[in-house]
């Protein structure tokens, strides 16, 4: 649904130029103080490649500065086949695994958990499965405009089947010349091939999920800008998870508004060991398997 | 229960059967009241009988009948605005009269207005009900200065939105979806154009709006808030006749006439808005495909078969139209049709039969080719029959029963998408329910001081079995996705649930004296179908979905009492009331909610209950060169879901603590009237976050409290002015045959940034660790709007 509306606010936006209408002012209301959480950020993969787990506090909104890292707590993996990965303390809040030659920490099927311990607190993740995931079978490009409000220009498509069997679930991260698009905007999850509710399974990912690999805002596709596409296998709780972080985090103002969602919490599926201790956790934790391909733009390759 | 239900009916046959036990022979006398100028029916004109000091009303026909011990009486016949007819009329034999009422001149002039205003502020058992006549909705300063209904019953006591551009109003704590609007007698599901900021009714067709919030009469039924009655006007049944006008959005036009003269008569109203064809030259989307409209068209017939029969036959369809190229849009509207027979089967029992077809449906269609693309469209149909009787007993009974009988049929998603070819359909199977209700009610006058509303109303719904699946839930851990236990099949229309409600209603008025009433009322209403909008304001992509095994209907209770005041000879009304509502199975949604194309969406539905109090205060200035009001209203609105806010109780997003509303309206004289509007509401509900945190690099707002609705949004004031300039009467030393005038009009007058709503987001991203965080007040109108429109009648 979050993916659906979008174009529309956009529509409506051109609606609500054409009343001169809509305005937006930054503000600084108060906001109630709370007490510091526990934020994982851990989602790791298949890599083959040094796996990082972040640990820090949350901290008031508006707070802007660097955030305050958790040190000195245990961190580890480990997998229903009796296998223990250890995050090592990097000291400044990152949590690191590094894998001998060509080792990778995960493998499709198998479940993982993730423990941390700190300052006195046990926190556990549900058992989570690792899933698998399609190749990427191409990337290319089109010279399109997207609606005729807009001027021709190049988007780039990527092309994966998913899986079959009802309820695979995606993250799409795509880099653009090797920086990853993290923009909440750039979010892209895909239930099946399409969205959640709706049985697009076994097909090409639709068009919104395949489009939605292109960097937003004002930059445009350029002569020799490459496109790297990754999937990552994610479980059905993190679909919901992300999903909602795109509604609480993707946010176009304006008219947008109008269909926006109210406020709420996102999810977690990390908890503390003790459920009476109100040192409680936010934030994920996900194993995914992941496929990867990429393409460089040379219009001259484009064709219309 | 039953011992009750049956100790209520007793009562109402006693007091039907202990009428006449005098045995002295009496007459009815009986008609229609009309408007002598066009032959529109007047509704609510007041029959009048010094003798008894009382008398009757017209109904929503305008028919009228009293029945008086055989005598000489003088009858007034009395309509706010025109002259009054009084006349001796010998109840020798039944007699049928129909009267016309001229209402002395011509509208927006400075009239003299021969008959004395009304005291039925105070005298009529009515309470919690307001009533606006096209003729002060025309006067309200409306927004790009095109006169809305909807706008206009906003500046009512007890009646709140959640700001411009929503869809939808709220009415004593009830949600958008809790109000019954009815045109023609058919609900209308979706009331607005271009999201919410015109209303779908066409001013030159409507003729009455009748808001009831309270002491709701047991024919209504089915919204468990308020109930928005909107009539169309007949059409002018003396002569052809047509208006309309060109205004900043629409361009409209009504044609009206007789088809027979005083027999048989027509409306037909257009508008369009018409920006897209002004910007075509420049806009080239717009000749590549790309649309930007909304239009509707009404149309009414009416035909007098004879005495006592006569047909009505109405129809309304609206469309919003946003394409953004050929292959690609959104688009939505309502379609309704009705068809009524009112019929005399003596002149103290009149009936109506209704049917109507009501329909809501929005298509979105994505992808520029047909390889790539996904088309979705969502609908609710409904059809339905209704018989209604008023019996007119004496002066003091006036007893009324009925039945209604609505099929739904609700298709959630019927969408396909094709993906490089490859086609799959992903629609959610259609919904089928019945809802069925009767009544009998009474209005009865017990003395000079006392009069009372009783009614009873009985209600019933099924849950119909279609060819799909249906789920069966687990008792979920509140606030979180319930996880389907069972699945079955059923035939189609095979019961899968039912439920059933009593709805008892009272009113009761105690007149003080001439000028002064105390009035109360009871009402439980029940609801079987609801309005899925988890979205901060009501918008077209919201769907209904019925009562299921899963989802109980939504009950309400309502108690009010109030105190009604007329001054200085009824021309000054002034009324406060103070409401309790509770509610029960009100619905709300889990966080992260998928309530478009999901089979399981009951599993992302919560329920709760609803409480709602407040105090409506209101004084109206009737007479005079300044007329207006004053209606101010504080109140509670709370909801308490497991799940949601801890389960402790929490405002709505409709809660507003103050509502002022000001209207005023002064005729300078000459051809200029003035009016002017002020607005002055508490800030809407919401949810602030405490603090953030990251996940792979995105910035994420937290409430650490997980508390809903936990501050508000800056308060909401604003003022509009209009002018109208009526045109010149006389043309060359002659009367003008045709009228015309010009509005001005600005919304907004001091250009207040009115806040819509406050979102929290980062700025930037990754590169630019640590991301900065900001807070936006958006306002959807944030600037003064001026508008003019020219208007025109021959």
């Known amino acids: ?62 707070e802007n500065s660097q955030t305050t890292p958790l040190l000195n707590a245990s961190v580890s993996v480990d997998d229903n086949l009796g296998n223990s990965f250890v995050f090592v303390d990097q000291g400044d809040g990152d949590y690191v695994w590094t894998p001998a030659n060509n080792q990778t920490l995960g493998v499709s099927g198998t479940s993982y958990t993730l423990s941390i311990s700190a300052e006195g607190e046990q926190y556990t993740s549900e058992q989570i499965m690792m899933n698998p995931v399609p190749l990427v079978d191409s990337v290319t490009y089109r010279l399109d405009a997207v609606t005729a409000f807009d001027d021709d220009e190049f988007i780039g498509e990527f092309w994966s ?144 | 229960m039953l011992l009750r239900t049956k100790l209520f009916l007793s009562v109402i046959l006693l007091s039907i059967t202990g009428l006449d036990l005098f045995g002295q022979q009496s007459f009815t006398l009986s008609g229609y009241v009309k408007d002598l100028s066009n032959g529109e029916d007047l509704i609510g004109a007041t029959i009048y009988v010094d003798e008894i000091s009382s008398g009757t009303i017209t109904n929503v026909y305008g028919f009228y009948s009293i029945t008086l011990i055989a005598g000489v009486y003088s009858v007034e016949y009395r309509y706010v605005g025109y002259e009054t007819i009084k ?70 006591p007890g009646v709140a939105t959640i700001g411009e551009g929503a869809s ?33 009714f066409n001013p030159d067709a409507v003729k009455d709006v009748k808001l009831i919030k309270g002491g709701i009469p047991a024919r209504y039924g089915g919204r468990i808030a308020s109930i928005l009655d909107v009539r169309m006007k007949e059409g002018n049944s003396k002569k052809l006749a047509a208006q309309g006008g060109v205004g900043t959005i629409f361009s409209r036009l009504a044609i009206e006439g007789p088809l027979i003269k005083d027999k048989a008569s027509f409306i037909v109203a257009g508008r369009r808005s018409y920006i897209d064809w002004l910007a075509k030259p420049f806009v080239s989307a717009l000749r590549d495909g790309a649309r ?121 998603a019927n969408a396909v998408g094709v993906s490089n070819g490859e086609v799959q359909d992903v629609s959610v199977d259609r919904r089928f329910g019945l809802e069925s209700a009767i009544y009998l009610a009474n209005d009865q006058k017990v003395s000079d001081q006392i009069s009372l509303q ?136 889990i966080d992260g909610a998928e309530l478009l194309i999901n089979e399981a969406l009951e599993g992302d539905l919560l329920s709760g209950k609803g409480r709602a109090y407040g105090a409506e205060f209101y004084l109206k200035k009737n007479k005079g060169r300044l007329t207006g009001w004053v209606s101010y209203t504080l109140a509670r609105t709370e909801l308490q879901v497991d799940g949601i806010n801890q389960g402790d109780w929490y405002p709505t997003k409709y809660d507003q603590t103050h509502n002022l509303k000001i209207a005023a309206f002064y005729e300078v004289g000459g051809r200029w009237t003035l009016s002017s509007n002020f607005t002055l509401t508490s800030g809407t509900p919401t949810t602030f976050p405490t603090s953030r945190f990251e996940q792979q690099g995105i910035t994420i707002p937290y409430n650490a ?18 002018a109208t300039l009526q045109g010149k ?27 819509f709503s406050i979102y929290f987001a980062q700025e930037g991203d990754l590169r630019t660790e640590p991301v900065p965080t900001r807070a936006t007040q958006v306002s959807i109108i944030g600037n003064f709007v001026p508008a003019v429109s020219y208007n025109f009648k021959f």
Not at chain 2, 343 to 368: C, E, I, R, V
Request: charged letters at 20%.
């Open chain 1, 1 to 62: 649904m979050n993916k659906i509306n979008p174009p529309y606010y956009k529509f409506f936006g051109i609606a609500l130029i054409v009343f001169m209408l809509g305005c937006e002012d930054d503000i600084n209301p108060n906001l109630e103080e709370a007490l510091p959480l526990l934020a994982v950020d851990a989602w790791i993969t298949d890599k083959s490649e040094p796996q990082a787990i972040r640990l820090s506090f949350t901290r008031s909104y508006f």
């Open chain 1, 161 to 304: 089947r998913d899986l079959i069997g009802e309820g695979d679930t995606y993250w799409i991260r795509s880099f653009l010349n090797g920086q990853l698009l993290s923009l909440p905007s750039e979010i892209n999850i895909a239930f099946d091939a399409g969205f959640v509710g709706s049985s697009f399974d076994g097909l090409i990912f639709i068009p919104p999920i395949r489009d939605a690999i292109n960097p937003l805002g004002d930059l445009e596709l350029l002569e020799n800008d490459s496109l790297y596409v990754e999937i990552h296998s994610i479980t059905n709780d993190a679909y919901q998870f992300l999903s909602e972080v795109q509604t609480q985090t993707d946010r176009d103002g304006g008219f947008g508004e109008l269909f926006a969602s109210p406020f709420g919490n996102v999810p977690t599926n990390i908890s503390n060991v003790d459920p009476n201790s109100e040192a409680i956790a936010v934030g994920f934790f996900n194993v995914a398997a992941v496929s990867g391909n990429g393409r460089r733009l040379i219009a001259s390759e484009v064709s219309n």
């Open chain 2, 87 to 156: 006349q001796e009329i010998n109840f020798i034999e039944n007699i049928s009269q129909d009267i016309e009422l001229s209402d002395g001149g011509q509208e927006l002039q400075e009239v003299v207005i021969t008959a004395e205003p009304e005291d039925s502020n105070v005298s009529s058992v009515e309470m919690s009900t307001n009533n606006l006549d096209i003729k002060t909705i025309q006067k309200i300063p409306a927004f790009m200065g095109e006169v809305d209904v909807l706008k206009s019953i906003q500046m009512l």
């Open chain 2, 168 to 200: 939808g109003f709220n009415v004593r704590g009830g949600s958008v979806g809790q109000n019954l609007v009815l045109l023609d007698e058919a609900p209308v599901y979706n009331s607005s154009h271009l999201l919410g900021i015109f209303s779908v």
């Open chain 2, 292 to 412: 930007l409209n909304f239009y509707d068209l009404t149309m009414k017939m009416n035909y007098n078969i004879d005495e006592n029969n006569r047909v009505f036959v109405s129809s309304y369809f609206g469309r919003d139209n946003f394409k953004f190229d050929k292959e690609q849009g959104f688009d939505w509207g309502n379609q309704t049709a009705t068809v009524r027979w009112n019929h005399l089967f003596s002149k103290k029992l009149f009936s109506n039969f209704t049917a109507f077809y009501s329909n809501y449906d929005y298509k979105l269609a994505f992808g520029q080719t047909d390889d790539d693309q996904f088309d979705w469209d969502s609908k609710i149909t409904t059809y339905d029959f209704k018989p209604e009787f008023t019996y007119f007993i004496n002066p003091q009974n006036e007893i009324s029963f009925g039945a209604e009988v609505l099929l739904y049929n609700f298709q959630p």
């Open chain 2, 454 to 589: 009783y009614g009873l109303r009985f209600s019933h719904f099924t849950y119909l079995g279609a060819p799909t699946t249906f789920f069966t839930f687990d008792d979920p851990t509140p606030g979180l996705r319930k996880e389907v236990v069972a699945e079955f099949e059923a035939d189609r229309f095979e019961s899968i649930s039912n439920y059933s409600n009593l709805e008892p209603r009272f009113s009761m008025k105690y007149q003080l004296n001439g000028t002064n009433s105390i009035k109360a009322s009871y009402n439980r209403t029940s609801q079987y179908i609801h309005l899925i909008s988890s979205t901060t304001a009501s918008n077209p992509l919201d769907v209904w979905t019925p009562s299921t095994n899963n989802i109980k209907p939504q009950t309400g209770d309502q108690y009010a009492i109030g105190w009604f005041r007329n001054f200085q000879n009824n021309g000054y009304e002034a009324s406060l009331e103070g409401y309790y509502r509770r509610t029960r199975n009100q619905i709300d949604y």
């Open chain 2, 705 to 722: 409290g997980d508390s809903r609705n936990n501050t508000r949004i800056p308060v909401y004031h604003r003022l509009d002015f209009s």
């Open chain 2, 729 to 755: 009467e006389m043309k060359n030393g002659k009367k003008r045959k045709n009228e015309n005038y010009w509005v001005f009009s600005v919304y907004n007058l001091y250009s207040r940034r009115n806040p």
